[in-house]
């Protein structure tokens, strides 16, 4: 391995996720800094009702694709943000096991796995840009930073297909890329809206505290039955 | 980066916005995705699926474009990449004002829709409210907060119109069942139930005043409406006016502890409901001493307990129900007006969606009030006119007054041909009329000596006179009295005698009654200590509640009188009659 491929999968990335953490405690400072409202009023009359259990549902909420209708009724879209997620995640720990834990990529399996998880994440990330272009409601609220965070995602996706046999003595250049690319996202995520995962815990915790106090959360779903249908 | 010069409104919005912005709303502003999973769950977007303005995510980002270019850091520095942008004229805050007040009901269906828990409907009020501050709204929201401001109710009822209207529906009631007692109380003291009520029904349907005073008759309620504040509709909800909001709420509140009731008791209004039940206490900043329910609830105890007996063949038309968005989205009140319903007819089908999932009236958020609106309004009211018809019923019932407005104009202008109807409604036409009904009198309980005997009561105030009158009473129904003159005085003794109860008075010289009370709170060893606020300034109460500690457990005004004393003190001690322990 050159150094300047050590250089980039080590120091790199760690002055990168230095920047990136740095960054997000001072959001998360500016964020506290606003005053958090309470609920005063008394607890629902559902005696089951619950902040607790509310703010719990919440949080499960990204799990739970029965909870919403819309994750209901697009459950395709629903696999789609599972599957992307999930090799976003993936692809960030590659990121640390490459120059930290190389054993764990050895197995060929492990490999084939990861290399299947990003390419079609990689699909994922093509269809929701042609969504976005060509929905027009999508289209309309889309900003440059949410065509480019999609962009450098799919691409960083694309990228990581090809690093993940690490093999260094084939050539470095997969390789480069992708620590380059990962540093690039690690620094570009806190000023764009990828960062939202920041922001989920704190927006579930307070909707599912209120929805919970007040008994709306667990959403109480009665199915529907023949007597009607309805479109919508 | 500097921001261009703005109309004197607009830099008042911009002001007041940095100003209204809590965490949970800047969670909401700054965590959006646009993954438009939000798009669907609007009916307005549903029956308008050219038109993407209607997008939730959309809507909402007219609100965070500003929030960006002011407050959000990328957006400052970057406004093109996240389309941030300032609001700057007249003209935008007019067009700002068509979105929020015209394209959406706040109905909080997309809120829930939204995997970030990005809550819409909260800045879109927010967005009203500061809209509302800089005096741009629909005609039709001024008008009517207005009236709620300046008459006491939203519907400019003037005060001898709704106690005439009392008066007759009084006397109609007494003809009905024969009987003096069967009256509507109005101002009744230590009445277990005061009942609230929309201006809707005084003006337009006072039947179902009647149906409620029947039930409570039938029932042997001891019940009275308030002869102010009786007005438990609040258009602060809609235009998200927080301080119309506050002061509807507190007018509301203090009848009911004027009045000494037990509980307030609001009849069927969505956003009545959540706005007393619910927003009321944040919108003042404290809670209140007593229980507030709906009437639905009322009813269905009355029901279980026997109080009242119905017979469900007298319903016998096919009905379905519309859940208001307030109470089951905001509130989640939905099983109890199920239940009750079960109990009322004998054709109950379900609506679908439903529960918190159930599409808006489409009247919802003030909307019946903003007639600029009324096109697009019915135009999106086709997904309500479906879901309707789909269910096959000929009635519809509701437990909210704007829904019951909202889906006649939806049945109107789609010809669908149903009735709306109420749960009062259909629960006073069960009714099954006793021969001889029971109804509440006047007992002269035996006085019974010494019945607060065992009970240690400190009494706090800076006159003399007031401290022997407050100890003389206390001490001839057996407490044992301890008295301080000032403030100091009074939190030694608490914490030395940890008395059962504390009457303070709030203004005395040096630690002011305000100051002893939350130390009092603040100090684990005497915090629970129950404190009876006394005062010949009703208006200090406010700093009272205001202060981050629980609030008292009662208070009095000034000048005090024997009755009064002791009835608060007895209820303060959980003294359920006045001769013994509860």
């Given amino acids: 391995m050159s150094e300047t491929l050590r250089f980039v999968s080590d120091d790199l990335q760690l002055m990168a996720l230095g920047f990136m953490a740095l960054v997000y405690i001072l959001r998360i400072r500016w964020l506290l800094k606003f005053k958090a409202s309470g609920d005063r009023q008394a607890r629902s009359e559902n005696r089951s009702a619950s902040s607790f259990k509310g703010v719990v549902y919440s949080w499960a909420n990204v799990a739970m694709p029965w909870s919403m209708e819309s994750t209901r009724h697009m459950s395709f879209f629903y696999i789609q943000f599972v599957v992307f997620h999930v090799a976003v995640a993936a692809n960030i720990g590659m990121s640390f096991v490459i120059p930290y834990a190389p054993g764990l990529m050895k197995p060929v399996i492990v490999v084939r796995l990861l290399q299947i998880l990003f390419a079609a994440a990689c699909a994922i990330g093509c269809y929701r840009m042609y969504r976005r272009l060509s929905n027009p409601a999508m289209r309309l609220i889309s900003t440059p930073d949410d065509f480019f965070s999609l962009a450098l995602l799919t691409l960083w996706l694309f990228a990581s297909l090809f690093a993940a046999p690490n093999r260094p003595d084939l050539g470095e250049g997969p390789l480069m890329v992708y620590f380059i690319m990962t540093a690039f996202f690690l620094v570009y995520v806190p000023f764009s809206k990828i960062s939202h995962y920041l922001y989920y815990p704190f927006t579930r915790f307070y909707f599912g505290r209120t929805m919970g106090h007040r008994g709306i959360y667990p959403i109480k779903r009665v199915p529907q039955t023949k007597n009607a249908a309805v479109k919508g | ?582």
């Avoid at chain 2, 965590?31 to 939000?38: A, F, L, Q, R």
């Avoid at chain 2, 009392?166 to 009987?179: G, H, N, Q, V």
């Avoid at chain 2, 009911?256 to 007393?276: A, M, N, P, Q």
């Fill in chain 2, 1 to 582: 980066m500097a921001v261009s010069a703005r109309s004197h409104k607009a830099e008042k919005f911009v002001e007041r916005l940095r100003k209204k912005l809590n965490r949970q709303m800047v969670g909401s502003l700054a965590g959006c995705v646009h993954c438009g999973m939000c798009t669907n769950s609007c009916h307005y977007v549903l029956a308008n699926p050219d038109d993407p303005t209607y997008a939730p995510a959309y809507k909402a980002d007219q609100i965070r474009k500003i929030f960006k270019r002011n407050i959000d850091w990328t957006g400052r520095i970057f406004p093109w990449w996240v389309h941030a942008e300032d609001i700057r004229t007249d003209e935008d805050l007019a067009a700002l004002k068509d979105i929020v007040f015209g394209k959406c009901t706040n109905c909080r269906r997309c809120s829930l829709n939204c995997p970030m828990g990005v809550d819409f409907a909260t800045l879109n009020r927010m967005a009203r409210g500061l809209l509302v501050s800089v005096g741009v709204m629909p005609e039709g929201v001024a008008v009517v907060s207005k009236d709620q401001w300046e008459v006491g109710n939203q519907m400019g009822v003037l005060p001898q119109d709704y106690l005439e209207t009392l008066e007759w529906l009084s006397d109609e009631l007494e003809t009905e069942f024969k009987d003096t007692a069967a009256r509507i109380p109005i101002d009744k003291m230590d009445a277990n139930i005061v009942y609230a009520i929309n201006p809707r029904e005084i003006k337009y349907d006072p039947r179902t005043i009647t149906d409620a005073a029947r039930i409570f008759y039938i029932a042997g309620e001891n019940w009275t409406m308030p002869s102010e504040g009786w007005d438990m509709t609040n258009f602060g909800l809609f235009s998200g006016d927080d301080e119309l909001g506050g002061a509807v709420a507190q007018r509301v509140y203090e009848k009911v502890i004027e009045l000494r009731g037990e509980k307030l008791v609001l009849s069927e209004c969505g956003h009545g409901y959540r706005s007393t039940r619910c927003e009321g206490p944040n919108w003042l900043g404290y809670g209140v001493p007593f229980v507030i329910e709906s009437s639905v609830l009322t009813m269905l105890r009355y029901i279980k307990e026997g109080r009242i007996r119905v017979d469900k063949e007298k319903n016998r038309a096919t009905v379905t129900f519309h859940d208001s968005c307030n109470n089951a989205r905001s509130c989640g009140f939905y099983e109890e007006p199920r239940e009750l319903l079960n109990l009322l007819v004998t054709d109950f089908r379900e609506m679908y969606p439903n529960r918190a999932e159930n599409f808006c009236c489409t009247g919802g958020g003030g909307a019946m009030s903003m007639s600029e609106y009324t096109p697009q309004r019915l135009k999106s009211a086709i997904i309500k006119a479906d879901q309707l018809k789909a269910t096959g019923a000929k009635t519809v019932v509701t437990s909210c007054h704007n829904c019951v407005d909202g889906l006649t104009d939806v049945i109107r202008h789609y010809k669908l041909g149903m009735k709306v109807t109420q749960l009062v409604n259909l629960t006073a036409n069960a009714l099954v009329i006793p021969e001889r009904v029971v109804v509440p009198v006047e007992v002269q309980i035996p006085f019974v000596t010494m019945p607060l005997q065992g009970f240690k009561i400190l009494v706090v105030d800076d006159e003399p006179d007031i401290l022997t009158f407050l100890a003389a009473v206390l001490e001839d129904q057996g407490a044992t009295v301890i008295q301080a003159a000032d403030g100091e005085q009074a939190l030694a003794l608490t914490i030395q005698e940890k008395p059962d109860l504390v009457t303070l008075d709030l203004s005395m010289p040096g630690r002011n009654g305000g100051y002893v009370f939350e130390e009092i709170r603040n100090n684990p060893e005497i915090a629970s200590t129950k404190v009876c606020i006394i005062t010949g300034k009703p208006e200090l109460r406010r700093l009272i509640y205001e202060r981050p500690v629980t609030p008292p457990d009662g208070y009095l005004d000034k000048p005090i009188n024997e009755e009064s004393l002791l009835t608060n003190v007895r209820m303060i001690l959980e003294l359920k009659h006045p001769h013994g322990h509860a």
